[in-house]
C-alpha cells in the first residue's frame, strides 16, 4: 500500500510538471522530462519550434537550459553560432558551453563541468530556417541574408517572451562566435530599434560578447595568411608574398581572386600546403579521421579520440547521437520529418556571399554608443577568424569612438596561470585573448572561457593578478 502510494504521488507530480511546465509558466509542451542517455540534473530543459512566420510556415528551433543554481535570480544569454547556416545546438549547445557533452558511443551523454549554465540562463537557437531543425515550407526561404536573419531573430524573441513571460523583465545578454560576429550586431540593431520605437515592452540588452568573429573582410581575411606564416604553417616566399603582394580591399566571398596573378598563385599555394592536415579551427588539436569513427559508432564503440584534452571526435559523436529517433522526439524536433537527416551546418540553405563583405564596425559603434558593452574575444589558436584580425579592428573601432585605453594590454590570470590577455577602451570596449583556445573558444578552453563569461556577465574585469580566482 505504502509503495502504491508513493508511486501515485510520483505520477501526479509529473503530471503535475507536463500541465504547467513548472514554475514561472513555462511550455508545458517544451519541457525536456530528459534525454537519453543524460545524467541526472536539478536544472530544467526546454526545447521546441517558435513559429516566425504561419503564413509561409518558416519556424526556428530553441534549446533553453535553465542556470544549475538560482535561475530565477540569473538574466538570460542568448547564443548564436556562424556559418552562415551552422546550428548553434551543434555548436554551443553540445560541443560547447551547454550542460552536456555527446558519450564517445554517440549513445548517451556526459556533463559538461564548464557550462555557461553556471552563471545564466542559456537559450541557443538553429538560426536561419534550413538550419539544423528549423524550416520553412516555403522553399525560396531558404534563399536568404543578413536582414532575413536578424528580422527573424527579432520575431523569434518576441514569440519566445511570450512562451516564458518570465524572462520579459530579465536582464539579456547577445552572444555568439564566428559569422555571429554578423548576427548578433545586427540582432542588437534591430532590438535597439525596436526599443527606440515602442511604447510598451524593451528589450533589456546588458551586454554583447562574440568570439572570433568575423567583422570586417577586408582585414580579417589577410589576417588568415599572416597566421599562417606567423606559425610557421607556410614559408617565407608564400607569407612575403602574400603580405607584400595582395590588396584584400576587394576581396569578397563571391568572388575571392586578386588582380594579381602572383598573389593568386601564392594564395592557391597556401591553401594546398595546408590542405587537410590540420584543424584550422585549432592548429594545435589533431584531426578526426570521419571513416573510422562512424564505421566504431555504428559498432557501439567508444571512438572518443582526445587531443589535448578534447576530443576530437565530438562533431561526428554528436551527429550521431542528434539523428538518433529518440533523442529528436525528447527534444521535440523534427516534427515535419525533414527530407534529410541533422547536421552541424545547413545543405540546403542559399545564403548571400555578398553579406559577408559588410563592415560591422559602425554597427558596434552604435551598440556600444547605446551604453551596452561589447567583448570581442579571440581564442589564439584559431587560424580562421584569427586574433590578429581582431585585435586591429577593435583597436580601430576604440579610435573612431575616441576612447582611450582604460586597461593597458596586458596578461590575464585564471587559476595562477595566464589565461590570456586583455585590454580596455573607454569602460565599454573590450578585446580578450584566450590562451590555448580554438576558433570555439569554449571546446578547447572551458575553464577559462567560462571564466571570460562569468567575467562579462556580472560587468568586473579579468583579473590581473596570479591571485586564485572566484570559478573553478
Request: aromatic letters at 12%; a neutral charge; charged letters at 20%.
Amino acid at each position: 500500500m505504502g509503495v502504491g502510494w508513493l508511486s501515485m504521488a510520483a505520477a501526479a507530480v509529473v503530471v503535475t510538471v507536463l500541465l504547467v511546465g513548472g514554475v514561472n509558466g513555462f511550455p508545458a509542451e517544451d519541457l525536456v522530462v530528459k534525454l537519453p542517455g543524460q545524467p541526472d540534473v536539478s536544472f530544467r530543459q526546454y526545447a521546441g519550434y517558435v513559429d516566425v512566420d504561419v503564413k509561409a510556415g518558416r519556424s526556428l528551433f530553441y534549446y533553453f537550459v535553465e542556470a544549475d543554481k538560482d535561475a530565477d535570480r540569473k538574466p538570460l544569454t542568448l547564443w548564436l553560432n556562424g556559418g552562415p547556416g551552422c546550428s548553434s545546438m551543434g555548436g554551443g549547445a553540445f560541443t560547447e558551453l551547454g550542460p552536456f557533452f555527446p558519450q564517445g558511443n554517440g549513445r548517451g551523454l556526459r556533463i559538461n563541468k564548464k557550462s555557461w549554465n553556471k552563471a545564466s540562463n542559456l537559450l541557443f537557437v538553429e538560426s536561419p530556417a534550413g538550419v539544423g531543425w528549423s524550416y520553412s515550407n516555403t522553399s525560396s526561404d531558404y534563399t536568404t541574408g543578413d536582414a532575413n536573419t536578424a528580422r527573424d531573430m527579432h520575431t523569434f524573441l518576441m514569440y519566445w517572451y511570450k512562451k516564458f513571460p518570465s524572462f520579459r523583465s530579465r536582464d539579456l545578454y547577445l552572444t555568439g562566435e564566428s559569422y555571429a560576429g554578423h548576427y548578433i550586431p545586427q540582432l542588437a540593431i534591430a532590438l535597439l530599434d525596436h526599443n527606440a520605437h515602442s511604447t510598451g515592452f524593451k528589450f533589456k540588452i546588458k551586454g554583447v560578447a562574440i568570439g572570433n568573429p568575423l567583422l570586417k573582410l577586408d582585414r580579417d581575411v589577410p589576417a588568415v595568411y599572416e597566421y599562417y606564416w606567423s606559425h610557421g604553417m607556410i614559408s617565407d616566399e608564400i607569407g612575403l608574398t602574400i603580405m607584400n603582394g595582395c590588396s584584400f580591399e576587394d576581396y569578397t566571398f563571391a568572388s575571392p581572386h586578386n588582380e594579381s596573378v602572383a598573389c593568386n598563385n601564392a594564395l592557391s599555394q597556401a591553401n594546398s600546403v595546408i590542405g587537410d592536415y590540420i584543424n584550422n579551427y585549432d592548429v594545435i588539436l589533431d584531426v578526426c579521421y570521419p571513416s573510422l569513427v562512424e564505421q566504431e559508432l555504428r559498432l557501439k564503440k567508444t571512438v572518443t579520440k582526445m587531443s589535448f584534452g578534447v576530443d576530437v571526435c565530438m562533431s561526428l559523436e554528436r551527429r550521431f547521437y542528434f539523428n538518433l529517433p529518440e533523442v529528436q522526439q525528447a527534444l521535440h524536433a523534427n516534427r515535419t520529418k525533414l527530407p534529410y537527416s541533422w547536421s552541424m551546418c545547413s545543405g540546403v540553405l542559399n545564403y548571400n556571399d555578398n553579406d559577408g563583405n559588410i563592415n560591422i564596425l559602425p554597427l558596434l559603434k552604435r551598440i556600444i554608443q547605446n551604453k551596452i558593452p561589447v567583448w570581442i574575444f579571440s581564442g589564439d589558436q584559431d587560424s580562421v577568424v584569427p586574433l590578429l584580425g581582431s585585435r586591429t579592428l577593435v583597436r580601430e573601432l576604440a579610435h573612431e569612438l575616441e576612447f582611450p585605453i582604460t586597461v593597458p594590454y596586458g596578461v590575464w590570470f585564471h587559476k595562477g596561470q595566464a589565461g590570456g590577455w586583455v585590454t580596455e577602451y573607454g569602460k565599454l570596449l573590450t578585446f580578450a585573448t584566450v590562451r590555448g583556445a580554438a576558433h570555439m573558444v569554449p571546446y578547447a578552453q572551458p575553464s577559462r572561457a567560462l571564466h571570460l563569461f562569468s567575467s562579462f556577465i556580472r560587468g568586473s574585469r579579468l583579473p590581473n593578478n596570479t591571485r586564485p580566482s572566484i570559478e573553478d
